[in-house]
Every structure is written in structure tokens, then in C-alpha cells.
């Protein structure tokens, strides 16, 4: 009798999460999860700098009022230094989303936002 060799499940997708508000952050674990999908979650744009330097995750969530700074003037700083990543902002102020989508974000979804709506973005991007 043959031995069945025992394959590792494919690798899921690192997503990289950028929010410091804790609730947000197990929302968004909770979709990504159910799609199979990792969450590297940091809460500052220094750390997100930091992973930067190390990682290239396909999609970047990020939110704008952080500890150290805007979301939205990190954006260009992403672009040039990995312009193939997806870049997902969210944000408590609706007034922010023009200058996102002008920086180079590809989506951007107000809080409190539909997952339905979020979760057909990430398949969109990651499907």
C-alpha cells in the first residue's frame, strides 16, 4: 500500500491592518478570516513603515487618525515605495475622502461601513 503524503494547505494571504482603534480591528479580522486571509495588524505608521521595510502584502488597510499621524499622507509615501499594493483606507471623517482617493488610495469606506460592501472589495482584490 502506497503512503499518502500529507500536503501543507496552501499559504493564506497576509493583509496588512493599520488602526488603533482595537473593535475595528476585530471586525476586519473577522471578514479576512472567513476569506482565508491573515491579518497583520499594527497601530501606528511607524510600525507600518517598519513592516514595510520586510513585507509586500497585497492590500494595506489603513485608517486615517492615528497615534503619529494621518493615513491619508502615508498613502503617497506607500505608492512610492511599493506601488502594487492595494490600498483600502477607513475613515471616521467623510471629509477625507477625496484627498485618499487623490493620494492613491483604491477604496475608501467611511465609518461605520457595510461588510457586505467591504468584504466584496477584498474579493474584488484578492479573489
Not at 471586525?27 to 482565508?36: C, R, Y
Not at 482617493?101 to 492613491?104: A, D, I, R, T
Given at each position: 500500500m502506497e503512503a499518502i503524503k500529507k500536503t501543507d494547505p496552501p499559504a493564506a494571504k497576509?493583509?496588512?491592518v493599520v488602526e488603533d482603534q482595537g473593535e475595528i480591528g476585530l471586525?476586519?479580522?473577522?471578514?479576512?478570516?472567513?476569506?482565508?486571509l491573515e491579518l497583520?495588524?499594527?497601530?501606528?505608521?511607524l510600525d507600518?513603515?517598519?513592516?514595510?521595510?520586510?513585507?509586500?502584502?497585497?492590500?494595506?488597510?489603513?485608517?486615517?487618525?492615528?497615534?503619529?499621524g494621518y493615513g491619508v499622507d502615508f498613502i503617497s509615501y506607500i505608492r512610492k515605495k511599493q506601488p502594487g499594493i492595494r490600498i483600502i483606507m477607513i475613515s471616521g471623517f467623510a471629509a477625507v475622502r477625496d484627498v485618499a482617493?487623490?493620494?492613491?488610495a483604491d477604496v475608501f469606506f467611511e465609518k461605520p461601513f457595510s461588510?457586505?460592501?467591504f468584504s466584496e472589495?477584498?474579493?474584488?482584490y484578492l479573489g
Open positions: 497576509k493583509i496588512l471586525i476586519l479580522d473577522m471578514i479576512l478570516n472567513e476569506k482565508d497583520d495588524y499594527v497601530t501606528t505608521l507600518a513603515d517598519e513592516y514595510l521595510e520586510t513585507h509586500q502584502p497585497p492590500l494595506i488597510i489603513l485608517d486615517n487618525q492615528l497615534p503619529d482617493l487623490e493620494n492613491g461588510l457586505e460592501a472589495v477584498i474579493d474584488r
